[in-house]
């Protein structure tokens, strides 16, 4: 069983990510992400706007997964950040974006990415869970929340 807390840290957590549009939004996570590990922003961000081309990563619910594969990194990437406001990200439902998970997985990952976007997907579409990430206060709170629930799922 794949754990998203496993990847996760407070340091990538953003509880008010600036930007009104989806590209600021994308370079925002991305700046996020290269304080984490070493990665050239800019082809980050253009591999994710391709896949948004493809098609938006927008799934509903005010939930956004941007993902990318890149041999950039040596292992799978996430990073989590909340819009107060809420962003425009062409979504399925057509409503604002105000949770995002961006997931940046090796080239060589299939399954490591897939769960963690299976996983995120089943977060997402519970309401409660959804609610309490949008109002936890703090990164170490939002950590925990999400380490617990998933100690309790397994």
Do not use: W
């Not at 939004?25 to 984490?36: R, S």
């Not at 809420?86 to 060589?108: C, H, I, N, Q």
Request: proline content about 3%; charged content about 30%.
């Amino acid at each position: 069983e794949m754990n998203l807390s496993d990847y996760l840290n407070e340091s990538g957590i953003v509880l008010d990510i600036p930007g009104d549009s989806k590209e600021i939004i994308l370079a925002n996570l991305v700046e996020t992400l290269a304080q984490q590990v070493p990665v050239n922003k800019n082809s980050i961000v253009r591999l994710l706007e391709e896949r948004e081309k493809l098609s938006t990563t927008g799934i509903g619910f005010e939930i956004a997964i941007p993902h990318c594969k890149t041999a950039e990194v040596k292992e799978l990437q996430i990073v989590i950040a909340r819009s107060k406001q809420g962003v425009d990200f062409k979504s399925l439902d057509g409503k604002p974006v105000r949770l995002f998970f961006l997931l940046v997985a090796p080239e060589k990952s299939s399954s490591e990415h897939l769960k963690a976007l299976a996983k995120i997907a089943r977060l997402a579409k519970d309401q409660e869970t959804r609610e309490t990430l949008l109002k936890l206060e703090s990164t170490s709170e939002i950590l925990q929340y999400i380490t617990d629930k998933e100690a309790a799922s397994d």
